[in-house]
């Protein structure tokens, strides 16, 4: 009875560690492609780029302008690189009705290298849209 229970012990251990290996030859290509779309992050406040398969381009996006008003208070920025100022991080965290970002002049490089000029577009931020979502 001993004997088998060692046996068994010892056959069982022998396939965990066998299962824990790290085989060392498994590679995971991931597709990567121009930017398909820009969104706003209203978390990090930033844009970023997304590309065909559904990745992540963060460094896609090299400037924009901003506009935005808040309470009749119109503020418009020109932003270079993907995040908002911290000022006009202040501005819209504060924001508890609904309101619409404008996005335009956005400079998005591809993966060539080359910069194009995307189309502008809005981004509607709040607790008013949010509860929609």
């Known amino acids: 009875m001993k004997k088998n229970l060692f046996l068994f012990l010892f056959i069982f251990l022998s396939f965990s560690l066998i299962a824990q290996q790290d085989n060392g030859g498994t590679i995971k290509v991931q597709k990567k492609g121009q930017v398909y779309s820009i969104f706003f992050d ?3 406040n930033r844009l970023i780029g997304k590309d065909y398969y559904g ?3 963060d460094s896609a996006v090299v400037s924009f302008d901003v506009m935005v008003t808040i309470q009749g208070i119109a ?3 020109t932003v270079i690189g993907t995040t908002l100022s ?4 202040n501005k819209i965290k504060r924001v508890d009705k609904g ?3 404008f996005f335009s002049n956005i400079k998005v490089k591809e993966k060539n290298g080359t ?6 577009f809005t981004s509607k931020i709040g607790l008013a849209y949010e ?3």
């Open 99 to 101: 309101t619409t970002l």
């Open 131 to 133: 509860k929609d979502e």
């Open 115 to 120: 910069l194009i000029d995307w189309p502008k």
């Open 86 to 89: 911290s000022t006009m991080q």
């Open 75 to 77: 503020s418009q920025e």
């Open 55 to 57: 990745n992540i381009l």
């Open 42 to 44: 209203n978390v990090n």
